[in-house]
């Protein structure tokens, strides 16, 4: 068990690292995933507020999507932050994991993301 929260600290601490290297250059997109849901928020850290965010939880997502814990809800919610950043002008951001793998739900948001027009 310590050495698994050793691991998570470590991916946590690379990961912010290269988001400071960054920092005030491009705003940064923000994953979380719990058990039930993912969350992403592109957050503009120089005026220390959030542009835009989507997640599982919101009303026309719960309705549409079987599970909020699922890579396809997470492809949906990484298609639909990806958009509202373009409608707000925000075309490139840094990817911000926090301390979770790249794969699976992660993976599936930022690929969506990609594709959907932002680049990272």
């Known amino acids: ?3 698994s929260n050793k691991l ?7 990961t912010r690292l290269k988001i ?3 920092k005030g250059l491009r705003p940064r997109l923000s994953v979380f995933r719990s058990g039930g849901h993912i ?7 120089v005026a220390g507020r959030t542009l835009v965010a989507a997640s599982t939880l919101e009303k026309d997502q719960r309705k549409a999507l079987k599970s909020g814990s699922t890579v396809e809800a997470a ?4 298609k639909l ?5 373009t409608a707000q002008g925000v075309k490139e951001v840094v990817f911000d ?5 790249y794969h699976g739900r992660v993976k599936a948001l930022a690929d969506a993301a990609r594709e959907s027009g932002l680049s990272f």
Request: positive net charge; charged residues 30%; hydrophobic residues 40%.
């Open 1 to 3: 068990m310590a050495n």
């Open 8 to 14: 998570v600290a470590r991916r946590q601490r690379r």
């Open 20 to 22: 400071q290297r960054s």
């Open 39 to 45: 969350y992403a928020q592109i957050i503009d850290d």
């Open 75 to 78: 492809a949906v919610v990484g």
């Open 81 to 85: 932050v990806a958009e509202r950043a």
């Open 97 to 101: 994991r926090g301390s979770f793998r």
